[in-house]
């Protein structure tokens, strides 16, 4: 993508009616009102601030040159403290201006200081080369900016370890390249002056656990050499921005979160499709890979692809400009489908002012696509967020979200696509059957109000630390002073790589033994990632990280790349591949899993009575068994099919709590009922976690039990899915209240009767969802909360 800058594609002016009319219309449709809230965003204009007056007159004018009269306040206030020597992070809202943050005292400084170096980390090579062109085009003397990358060339690259000074790079070629090779590094080291970490809400998990070690290798090479560098990071917006950065980097980090950019107003409405009556049977839609489960169900709600496709139809007979955005490819497909037919309907040849908008699309196609949207020939649009990537579509009127996307980030990021300059815009967020986009849409406090998800990582991971340590070793001796810089856990790591033969002690510090670097792979966890071909082509698709390779590439599963559907042919475990052909068939795939649990060590309790909370290291032992193939079109379960793959073992940290039999007794569970109303509980709790850590759920596992051998107590377990875990159960243990109160009122305001996919019932269940029991999942809830500590 970085060879073609995204086009910028402005509709004409809107036809339609006001985005409050719209919505009333819209609304108006059926018996009952789906809209849950509507939040009007009203139009901010921005705050601006005066240039800090460290800022250099011949960097103001080369800002004012390229369209910046005045910086905005926080922008400013980012600015000023790093310039003054803090660590800081600015987390503030999609397009709120977070560059010209770190860009201004980093310039200035290397303005001001003839020898003074930049070093730039974005997790893509794409969002490297646009900020190289961004700080290019300021055209400053002797910044000579330069991307250094795996695609760099090797000529030009000690040009640029030897004469740029603002180098950009992404964490990977820091961790592979620039660290190993720091003797020819030394030059721009030694003179470093500010690290930039654009985008560092995606270092999470245990991928940012790895990038939280590589920085402290990287400090530890500044070290000596003799520079300490001041740390800029931007971040999306999110709960507590300041302890992410801080974990992230191993300092104190001060975080500018309140956005003085302008914005457009608009009229945010949260729509919850409503429930089908019980005899209406399996004729709802279901999104490809969707979480819905829709065996032995009772009840349902009106799929949210069925009901997107009418909004869409609505808005577009409207006149409105909308854009739909759908999770996946195929979903993106039905909704223009079924728009295009129901216009049809009204007015014969309207739906062909309806398009699917994908990746894989050719270049010309997607430009035929804008061009038409851009004169008006086309109206509604449905895509997957692969619009994302390489064009820019502003001035729409409406934006309809089909389903939460996960973060609150991607929420606003397609929000935002909607809303011409100076006039209000509608978005329309339409729950899925899934338990967070039920409590969601009853809890708006949650998106409008101050963020709780945060970004976590666990750098005391001992599977990442371990690893990590060995190559700081390769790169020098680690002495005790080290230790202190790698964190919690490092000496235990250390005791273990000397006893494994990896490292030697000697008086000195602890040396590497062997000649070869170790091989780490910042994006591998703990087992070999699996790597994905294309059998017809050998073409390498990508790879999933081996905890994830059972569930998502079993034979016959259908795997979603870019958009792009694949089947998997054969999943061989030994070579660690995968063999695909692409293919689109009219099903989707769901695997299932048995799992077993047992308790390691304990690293946290809360005693509360009849409850006990806890946090500590358990094994789990899970085996995936079978998948089911669903019918895209109806969610019709077609079969249930066997696998035959290992129980995997894994590691790992989890959060759990405990109940008196008695208490659950008072609070009126049945002893009989206890298995189900845990396993409820369980499957909701799971959902919700999301709400509080930015995770999906890949990232976490369940089991629930009426007496669990090492508790000896009804017991429900949430673990993280990772060899040595995330950071997700620990953030959990430590929002236990927060996120059980939100399972719990997620649980207790969904309309269904028994349960249904919105709230208890889980796609990833290996015992099919059965027992589950919805009123004593609540009682259990209760008897928690009553007892826990806020
Ligand atoms: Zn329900
Ligand atoms: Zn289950």
Not at 43 to 56: C, F, H, L, Y
Not at 253 to 279: I, K, M, N, Q
Not at 527 to 535: K, M
Request: contains cysteine; glycine residues 10%; aromatic residues 6%.
């Amino acid at each position: 993508m970085e060879s073609s800058p995204a086009a910028t594609v402005s509709a004409g002016p809107g036809l339609g009616p006001a985005p409050a009319d719209l919505l009333r219309r819209l609304r108006a449709r059926g018996a009952a009102d789906p809209v849950t809230h509507v939040e009007r965003v009203p139009a901010r204009p921005g705050v601006p601030a005066p240039w800090p007056s460290w800022a250099p007159p011949e960097l103001r004018a080369a800002f004012a040159r390229r369209g910046v009269v005045a910086p905005w306040q926080h922008q400013a206030q980012a600015a000023t403290l790093a310039y003054e020597g803090e660590h800081v992070v600015v987390a503030t809202g999609t397009a709120s201006g977070k560059s010209l943050a770190y860009q201004l005292p980093a310039l200035a400084t290397l303005l001001a200081d003839p020898r003074a170096t930049v070093l730039y980390l974005a997790p893509t090579k794409a969002l490297a080369a646009d900020q190289l062109r961004a700080v290019a085009a300021l055209e400053l003397e002797g910044v000579r900016p330069a991307c250094y990358d795996g695609d760099t060339p090797r000529a030009e690259r000690e040009w640029i370890r030897r004469h740029s000074r603002f180098v950009l790079t992404n964490p990977d070629m820091l961790h592979h390249g620039v660290l190993p090779g720091h003797a020819q590094w030394s030059g721009f080291l030694r003179r470093l002056a500010y690290v930039v970490i654009d985008e560092c809400h995606t270092y999470r998990g245990v991928f940012g656990s790895h990038v939280a070690h590589v920085l402290r290798r990287l400090r530890r090479q500044c070290a000596r050499f003799g520079s300490t560098p001041v740390f800029v990071l931007a971040s999306a917006t999110s709960g507590d921005p300041s302890t992410a950065a801080g974990r992230l980097t191993g300092l104190p980090v001060t975080a500018v979160t309140e956005d003085a950019s302008p914005r457009g107003g608009v009229t945010f409405a949260l729509w919850e499709p409503p429930l089908l009556p019980p005899d209406s049977g399996p004729s709802t839609p279901v999104p490809p890979q969707s979480t819905g489960d829709h065996d032995d169900l009772q009840q349902v709600r009106r799929s949210a692809l069925r009901e997107t496709a009418d909004l869409l139809a609505d808005t577009v007979a409207e006149g409105v400009r909308t854009l739909a955005f759908v999770r996946s490819r195929k979903g993106a497909e039905v909704v223009a489908a079924n728009a295009r037919r129901a216009l049809d309907d009204a007015v014969p040849g309207l739906g062909g002012r309806v398009a699917a908008y994908r990746g894989g699309y050719l270049r010309e196609e997607r430009r035929e696509l804008e061009r038409a949207l851009l004169h008006g020939d086309l109206l509604g649009l449905a895509s997957t967020n692969a619009l994302e990537l390489g064009v820019d579509l502003v001035g729409l009127d409406a934006v309809l979200i089909c389903g939460y996307p996960g973060t609150r980030a991607s929420l606003w990021q397609q929000a935002g696509r909607a809303g011409r300059s100076g006039q209000e815009a509608l978005a329309v967020l339409v729950a899925r059957d899934d338990p967070l986009d039920t409590y969601l849409v009853h809890h708006p406090e949650a998106i409008f109000g101050a963020p709780v998800e945060a970004t976590v990582l666990d750098p005391a991971n001992p599977y990442v630390l371990a690893p990590q340590l060995a190559c700081a070793a390769f790169e020098a001796p680690l002495t005790p002073a080290d230790l202190a810089l790698f964190g919690d856990g490092a000496k235990e790591a250390v005791d273990q790589l000397v006893a494994a033969g990896a490292l030697r002690q000697r008086p000195t510090g602890w040396y590497w033994r062997h000649r070869e670097r170790p091989e780490v792979d910042l994006r591998g966890e703990g087992g070999a990632p699996v790597c994905v071909v294309e059998s017809s082509t050998g073409r390498l698709l990508g790879t999933v990280d081996g905890g994830s390779s059972h569930f998502l590439l079993h034979s016959g599963a259908v795997y979603l790349h870019q958009g792009v559907s694949y089947v998997v042919d054969d999943l061989d475990l030994v070579d660690g591949c995968a063999l695909v052909h692409a293919e689109e068939p009219d099903w989707s795939t769901h695997a299932r899993d048995v799992t077993d649990l047992s308790v390691v060590s304990v690293r946290s309790y809360v005693d509360a009575g009849p409850v006990g909370m806890f946090l500590g290291e358990v094994d789990v032992t899970s085996q995936v068994v079978s998948y089911q193939r669903r019918r895209i079109a109806t969610g019709e379960v077609i079969d249930t099919r066997p696998l035959d793959l290992p129980a995997r073992e894994l590691r790992t940290v989890a959060v759990w709590f405990t109940l008196s039999p008695q208490s659950l007794t008072l609070a009126g569970v049945q002893p009989a009922d206890v298995p189900g109303a845990l396993h409820a509980a369980e499957h909701a709790a799971i959902g919700l976690l999301p709400l509080m850590a930015t995770c999906d759920r890949w990232d976490i596992g369940g089991l629930s039990t009426a007496v669990h051998p090492d508790t000896e107590a009804p017991t429900v377990f949430v673990y993280d899915g990772h060899p040595g875990g995330a950071g997700f159960a620990e953030r959990a243990y430590g929002t236990a209240s927060a996120w059980l109160r939100a399972t719990r009122d997620a649980i207790a305001e969904c309309g269904c009767e028994s349960g249904c996919p919105s709230c208890v019932q889980s796609p990833k269940c290996g015992n099919g969802n059965n027992p589950l029991s919805k009123p004593d999942a609540i009682r259990v809830l209760d008897v928690v909360l009553a007892n826990l500590p806020e």
